[in-house]
């Protein structure tokens, strides 16, 4: 494993750089972490995307002044867990739209560092969940890293009634993806990314985070849209647990190719 | 604000040049002497002889055509010839001299010191992620005042202490400020504004609520690219639950009514600002004791303003109310439209240049 990584990477390298940086390319994110890049100029990103348990989600970003990226989205991103731990332990998602913003600057040739927030869309008193962020991406050659770390506020119901709260100050956690394009496959791009995101209990002690990793394809079918496939697997879930999820993105303007 | 003020008076010099020479009679020609006659030899009429190889005096060739590089239409009229008239129809003529960007009257929350030119007439209307919107429209008066209505949904309430802040809304308020542009009285001086805003009483849940606020801001160009801010606030408050009395925040203390705040704008990029604002909003408990009855609260907001049209800006960023409790729950994202109208101002330029 030592000696794999870093062949992956040089191979990466030595593959030669990406033909085509569109909007799609330059995605809000990698497959669930977000990314420190912005559109060059304002735009709109559609996406939509399901699983094979059923769940979907949609989202709707707006970047402008080269600085700023806002959207809207709902998913099951945040998941809630009774019992949580055993053989009975099910875990389900806590469907909560929410609302992002993301500050990026490009201090320096083919890397950024953005800031955002993620909060909910009125007030949820059953659950809800707020997260702060920071990343950096950079460019080498075709493949991009990003690396940052988040922290999450929660407040929800308990067991016994009881709201239940976690503060940002409770835990930061580090955030990290890749997404590589190899040059024989402009359109296609590989994407793996591993963050941390809370998992709310019945009781304080069993509400926390909890990794979850993914990994997939990006293919850019046409300038303007691009289908991504994947799998999601989280903390404490077996190999079998893992869900497998679809996306379709859509970009306005479209990429010029 | 800077730019304005050398703008505006070079702008209002030639306004009233243009006025001056409009006013002028029209120049009356003045004949000019005969000149005489020139001899056949071509000999100047001042007795000077003509050049020896033949050619003439005034260079002209024979066909007529001037060898001057200078065009005829640029030589310059005969003495005790009258200034040209076309003049006067150039300098009405002028184009409109462009408009010099505006200083706005606030961040993100925060008042700057800068006042609205004359005339013009600023909106801004938002949204956040809690549901609540914001309205503010303002009148710039003699470049000195400006007046303007507002509505909030910043204002929040709770019945208790350990309960949730509810919002308050609509909370309308009435603003006027007066100040000086920068520079203005001497070099560096920062843009000063003195501005009062004052609520129109809310009521709900069998509670009365007012605010007012007087705030002296103070803002400053740092570079080419950086303003700061800076403002000190003095709050009031008025709280009457049912029959009992006011609870007015101005019995607690000075020390529970003045504030601090500002903020920063940085020009990241050529059509958009970078700003952070710490600014001030009062909070109700209405159930509390009376020295609680109303606390200040701190918010932080942070956000991009762009400049989409030379009369519309689009804001957004994050404001996190109560920052002192680092309570990211409570964060909300919120989006802002600004809209500039100064067709009242050019109608008032053009006439001023008549």
């Known amino acids: 494993m030592r000696r794999t990584v870093p062949l992956l990477i040089v ?16 995605g809000p994110t990698v497959l669930t972490i977000p990314t420190a890049w912005t559109q060059p100029r304002t735009s709109l990103t559609a996406a939509l995307d399901g699983d094979h348990r059923g769940g979907s989600g949609a989202r709707i970003t707006l970047g402008y002044a080269r600085l700023v990226e806002i959207d809207l989205r709902g998913d099951g991103e945040l998941t809630e867990c009774d019992p949580c731990a055993g053989v009975d332990r099910a875990v389900a998602p806590v469907r909560q739209p929410t609302a992002g913003w993301k500050l990026a600057l490009s201090p320096w040739r083919d890397g950024a560092v953005a800031a955002g927030v993620r909060v909910p869309l009125g007030f949820r008193e059953r659950a809800r969940a707020s997260e702060a962020f920071v990343v950096v991406s950079q460019r080498l050659g075709p493949v991009r890293l990003h690396a ?5 506020a929660s407040a929800h119901r308990g067991a016994d009634g009881a709201t239940i709260t976690r503060a940002p100050q409770a835990g930061v956690r580090p955030l990290v993806g890749l997404e590589w394009t190899p040059e024989i496959y402009p359109r296609t791009t590989i994407l793996a990314d591993l963050q941390w995101l809370p998992q709310l209990g019945p009781t304080a002690a069993e509400t926390a985070p909890r990794w979850a990793f993914a990994w997939g394809v990006r293919y850019r079918a046409l300038a303007w849209s691009a289908v991504e496939l994947g799998v999601r697997h989280r903390q ?3 190999l079998g647990g893992a869900t497998v999820m679809v996306r379709l993105s859509a970009a306005w303007p479209r990429a010029a190719r | 604000m800077s730019m304005n003020v050398p703008k505006l008076l070079i702008a209002g010099a030639v306004a009233l040049t243009a006025g001056v020479a409009t006013a002028q009679p029209m120049p009356v020609p003045i004949p000019l002497p005969t000149p005489p006659p020139t001899p056949p030899d071509g000999t100047p009429p001042d007795g000077a002889p003509p050049p020896t190889d033949g050619t003439p005096a005034d260079a002209t060739p024979a066909d007529g055509t001037p060898t001057d590089a200078t065009p005829p239409g640029d030589a310059p009229p005969p003495l005790g010839s009258p200034p040209p ?4 129809t150039e300098v009405e003529a002028l184009p409109e001299p462009p408009r010099p960007p505006i200083d706005l009257p606030e961040l993100l929350l925060a008042p700057s010191g800068a006042m609205l030119p004359a005339g013009v007439i600023y909106s801004r209307s938002g949204v956040d992620t809690s549901g609540g919107l914001s309205s503010d429209m303002r009148f710039g008066l003699g470049d ?3 007046f303007g209505v507002a509505v909030t949904d910043l204002i929040r309430g709770r019945e208790a202490s350990d309960q949730t802040p509810r919002r308050m809304a609509p909370f309308y308020t009435a603003t006027f400020r007066m100040g000086l542009a920068e520079h203005r009285l001497f070099r560096h001086q920062p843009a ?3 501005g009062f805003r004052k609520s129109f009483e809310f009521e709900a849940d069998n509670h009365r609520s007012r605010i007012a606020e007087l705030h002296l801001a103070a803002s400053g160009h740092v570079g080419t690219r950086t303003t700061v801010h800076l403002n000190g606030s003095f709050w009031d408050a008025s709280v009457e639950t049912g029959d009992e009395g006011a609870v007015l925040l101005h019995d607690q203390g000075l020390s529970r009514q003045f504030r601090i705040g500002g903020g920063v704008a940085v020009r990241a990029v050529e059509d958009a600002d970078i700003l952070i604002d710490y600014a001030w909003i009062p909070e109700f408990c209405f159930t509390c004791t009376d020295a609680n009855r109303t606390r200040l609260r701190p ?5 991009v303003r762009y400049d989409l049209a030379p009369w519309a800006q689009l804001q957004s960023g994050v404001r996190v109310p109560d920052i002192g409790d680092a ?3 409570d964060a909300q994202i919120f989006g802002q439209l600004t809209l500039i109208n100064r067709s009242i101002e050019r109608v008032v330029d053009r006439r001023r240049r008549r």
């Open chain 1, 11 to 26: 191979a990466a390298l030595a593959s030669g750089a990406a033909a085509d940086d569109g909007p799609l390319a330059r």
């Open chain 1, 148 to 152: 940052g770390a988040s922290t999450w």
């Open chain 1, 236 to 238: 404490d879930d077996e």
């Open chain 2, 85 to 88: 008239i076309e003049s006067v």
């Open chain 2, 144 to 146: 000195v005042a400006e």
């Open chain 2, 192 to 194: 000063l504004a003195l």
């Open chain 2, 299 to 303: 918010i932080l907001s942070w956000g």
């Open chain 2, 327 to 329: 309570n990211l729950l």
